[in-house]
């Protein structure tokens, strides 16, 4: 079992930053690739990025490129999303994921291997 937990949600500006961590425990962190999707009200679940065990392979939603960036420090064990130049459309609960695949984690459902934290909502206000 991995149990992930997210934390730095809130309620910004457009155009603001914020910085999303997810801590993970149970299970090695290091052997999981880590993600992050959202959910804003009334729509589905979508990815936002992903990140390999080692932190050497990314890969980003077209709507994030370029403003969010996902990292990790597995000393930690904290996978972290940067979230710059904020826009309203971002506002969502954001979910941090935890699979065994890199390649899994874009198209990952709850039925999908793997685990999913809890959510922090993010707000951004025009």
């Known amino acids: 079992q991995v149990q992930l937990v997210e934390s730095g949600g809130g309620l910004v500006q457009a155009g603001d930053s914020l910085r999303l961590s997810c801590a993970a425990s149970?299970?090695?962190?290091?052997?999981?690739?880590m993600g992050w999707f959202r959910q804003a009200p009334g729509k589905e679940r979508e990815f936002v990025a992903a990140?390999?065990?080692?932190?050497?392979?990314?890969y980003y939603a077209d709507s994030v490129k370029g403003r969010f960036t996902i990292s990790r420090d597995n000393t930690k064990n904290t996978v972290y999303l940067q979230m710059s130049s904020l826009k309203p459309q971002d506002t969502a609960v954001y979910y941090c994921?935890?699979?065994?695949?890199?390649?899994?984690?874009?198209?990952?459902?709850?039925?999908?291997?793997?685990?999913w934290g809890q959510g922090t909502q993010v707000t951004v206000s025009s």
């Open positions: 990140i390999n065990w080692s932190g050497g392979s990314t």
């Open positions: 994921v935890a699979a065994l695949r890199f390649t899994t984690i874009p198209t990952m459902t709850q039925e999908t291997p793997g685990y």
């Open positions: 149970g299970r090695t962190f290091i052997g999981y690739s």
